[in-house]
């Protein structure tokens, strides 16, 4: 069973892309959303020029390259970010996960990774009543796992079901550089922020290149010479649901 079908994000042959449903009664789209006036806005969004000398970090999914079959960037973060799959849904957390986008009308489906999309407006944050939930100057969105009381309102709040809670503790530690997952707290995908630190990318993003599909670019949304600026200045993309108005920093092109 893939991980949508468990997360039941989409119904198969029912859903049509401008309803299909990615958390808490959120749609991929808004229905009286004008595809093209979205496109413009991400991009002018997404290059608005904060403090010089800063990076903010952003990623693009090209849905063109990203296959069915490829789970590369999911077993990746798994790997990297010691996110267990115990093969029950009630137990299993999503740092990043497939789903299936079925248009209504026919035509092909399309398939693209979701993983929390480090808005600039993080609504997350904002009901966090202990600070646990806050921004890198980066942009990056973390959890301090030791101030987290696992009341799992930013998991209500977070429109994009981007966050996860650790039901069941696992002896699995794949990966020393990232902390043991603890039991009782909140999760999500940290755009793999250790890596960055080090000058390296994402797991995810590692994971997609060496596939061959080279679907994702990641990079500094600051720095015009980066190649995810130019990317968005010569490619229309657009955010998940940027009608919220909560600036999303991962872009998808190809939906």
């Given at each position: 069973?893939s991980e949508?079908?468990r997360?039941?994000?989409?119904?198969?042959?029912?859903?049509?892309?401008?309803?299909?449903?990615i958390?808490?009664?959120?749609?991929?789209?808004?229905?009286?959303?004008h595809?093209?006036?979205?496109?413009?806005?991400?991009?002018?969004?997404?290059?608005?020029?904060?403090?010089?000398g800063k990076a903010?970090?952003?990623?693009?999914?090209d849905n063109?390259?990203?296959?069915?079959?490829?789970?590369?960037?999911?077993?990746?973060?798994?790997?990297?970010?010691?996110?267990?799959?115990?093969g029950d849904?009630?137990y299993?957390g999503h740092?990043?996960?497939k789903?299936?986008?079925?248009?209504e009308?026919?035509g092909?489906?399309?398939h693209?990774?979701?993983?929390?999309?480090?808005?600039?407006q993080?609504p997350?944050?904002?009901?966090?009543p202990?600070?646990a939930t806050f921004?890198?100057?980066?942009?990056?969105?973390?959890?301090?796992?030791?101030?987290?009381?696992?009341c799992?309102?930013?998991?209500?709040?977070?429109?994009?079901k981007a966050?996860?809670?650790?039901?069941?503790?696992t002896?699995e530690w794949t990966?020393r550089?990232?902390?043991?997952?603890?039991?009782g707290v909140?999760?999500?995908?940290t755009?793999?922020?250790?890596r960055i630190?080090q000058?390296?990318?994402?797991?995810?993003?590692e994971?997609c290149?060496?596939?061959g599909?080279?679907?994702?670019?990641f990079g500094?949304?600051?720095?015009?010479?980066?190649?995810i600026v130019?990317y968005i200045?010569a490619?229309?993309?657009?955010g998940?649901?940027e009608?919220l108005g909560?600036?999303p920093?991962?872009?998808?092109?190809?939906?």
């Amino acid at each position: 069973m893939s991980e949508l079908d468990r997360r039941s994000l989409l119904k198969m042959g029912a859903a049509a892309i401008a309803g299909t449903v990615i958390g808490n009664g959120i749609t991929l789209y808004s229905a009286s959303a004008h595809a093209g006036e979205e496109q413009n806005a991400s991009a002018d969004t997404a290059l608005e020029i904060p403090p010089k000398g800063k990076a903010r970090w952003g990623m693009v999914i090209d849905n063109n390259k990203c296959t069915a079959q490829c789970t590369a960037c999911t077993a990746a973060c798994r790997t990297e970010n010691n996110v267990p799959a115990f093969g029950d849904e009630r137990y299993d957390g999503h740092w990043i996960r497939k789903v299936t986008l079925t248009p209504e009308r026919g035509g092909p489906e399309k398939h693209l990774p979701l993983l929390c999309n480090h808005c600039e407006q993080p609504p997350c944050q904002h009901v966090c009543p202990v600070a646990a939930t806050f921004t890198r100057h980066d942009g990056i969105v973390m959890i301090d796992k030791h101030r987290c009381i696992g009341c799992r309102y930013c998991m209500i709040a977070c429109p994009y079901k981007a966050r996860t809670f650790v039901f069941k503790e696992t002896t699995e530690w794949t990966n020393r550089d990232v902390p043991k997952r603890s039991h009782g707290v909140v999760e999500k995908c940290t755009f793999c922020a250790h890596r960055i630190d080090q000058g390296k990318i994402p797991a995810c993003v590692e994971a997609c290149d060496k596939s061959g599909e080279r679907a994702m670019i990641f990079g500094d949304l600051n720095n015009p010479e980066s190649a995810i600026v130019k990317y968005i200045r010569a490619v229309a993309t657009k955010g998940v649901r940027e009608d919220l108005g909560l600036e999303p920093k991962v872009f998808y092109t190809g939906i």
